[in-house]
């Protein structure tokens, strides 16, 4: 049988002191890892005559809709701002660029020529403009004012006597900027050290290119300048800037020539 009723009182009290823990649950009807955050202990609602006044979740999903719908509405209000400000962005270039071709300075095109030529006018102000080539349209002239650096220095004289970039202009060689001694050793202490450059003059007049009088002139600032290291081989310039090199002395000559005359 059951008992006595004192014995089933006893198991009662027993199981009424059991935690929920400590109840065997068979293992097929145990929650797995993932189903386990589902049960979380909530008080429970009771109806008229112990029927359930209707399921919770149902009155949270008014709440997570409107969630929702105010956080894609917020979505959509940045999506507009950023497409704005694109256009406004667009819109701008595009005013930029008007201006610049209404004042007749042509924007930089992709892939064109990055190469200038630097003039140096009498008041210290450089005048640049693109290097001429063979496309149909004529490129307009660009002007930078400000100081140059020492690059800019030696190739405004050089490439303004350099006879296969200078334009057709008659007088140009007469009226262009003035070559020195100082100017001709900018180009070779900037490619060189200063112990190198003193190597390279004597060499150059040693071969001829340079005059006793012009190795005495550049020597004489070479030597001033900070030694560093020297090479082991004989100093030498790349084919572009020995080129410069004998332009600038070419022009430095014909202007000599041209005051002494």
Request: proline share 5%; aromatic share 4%.
């Amino acid at each position: 049988g059951l008992g006595s009723d004192g014995d089933m009182s006893k198991r009662l009290d027993r199981v009424a002191k059991l935690s929920v823990e400590n109840v065997d649950i068979p293992s097929e009807f145990r929650p797995t890892d993932l189903e386990a955050w589902l049960f979380a202990p909530a008080g429970t609602r009771v109806g008229i005559l112990g029927e359930p006044q209707g399921n919770a979740q149902s009155e949270l999903t008014p709440e997570l809709v409107e969630l929702i719908k105010d956080r894609f509405e917020r979505l959509e209000t940045a999506l507009d701002l950023m497409e704005a400000n694109i256009k406004l962005t667009q819109q701008q270039t595009a005013e930029i660029v008007g201006s610049r071709v209404a004042s007749g300075v042509q924007a930089p095109s992709e892939g064109a020529s990055t190469d200038m030529i630097h003039t140096v006018g009498e008041d210290g102000e450089v005048t640049s403009k693109p290097v001429e080539t063979d496309t149909d349209h004529a490129m307009p002239h660009l002007e930078k004012t400000g100081g140059p650096n020492l690059l800019d220095l030696y190739e405004a004289q050089s490439l303004a006597v350099n006879p296969f970039l200078r334009s057709s202009d008659a007088g140009e060689l007469l009226t262009g900027p003035e070559i020195d001694a100082s100017k001709i050793t900018a180009l070779l202490l900037d490619n060189m050290s200063g112990s190198d450059t003193l190597k390279f003059i004597k060499n150059a007049g040693s071969s001829g290119l340079l005059s006793t009088n012009e190795v005495k002139s550049l020597t004489a600032i070479a030597t001033l300048a900070e030694k560093g290291e020297s090479s082991a081989e004989q100093p030498t310039l790349s084919n572009r800037n020995l080129l410069i090199f004998t332009a600038m002395v070419d022009a430095w000559r014909s202007q000599l020539s041209q005051k002494e005359g």
